[in-house]
């Protein structure tokens, strides 16, 4: 898990305890910045798996029989 997963996840996971938090005290403040939060843990998951995919794109490059 790289260094985006991570800060995705925690994001995530701090967004949905505000969300809730704020729907059980009746703060709507509290719940919208919660549920903003999880997006942009979202957005962090997204830029990881982008990373990878380029990351196994370049090895593939690098791992190809050469051609001569």
Do not use: C
């Not at 919660?34 to 995919?53: L, R």
């Amino acid at each position: 898990m790289d260094k985006e997963h991570v800060k995705g996840a925690a994001d995530k996971v701090v967004g949905k305890t505000k969300e809730v938090a704020g729907h059980v005290t009746g703060d709507k403040n509290l719940e919208t910045e919660g549920k903003i939060d999880q997006v942009k843990g979202a957005i962090h998951n997204k830029v990881g798996d982008a990373k990878d995919a380029g990351k196994e794109a370049v090895d593939a490059v690098r791992n190809a029989p050469s051609k001569k």
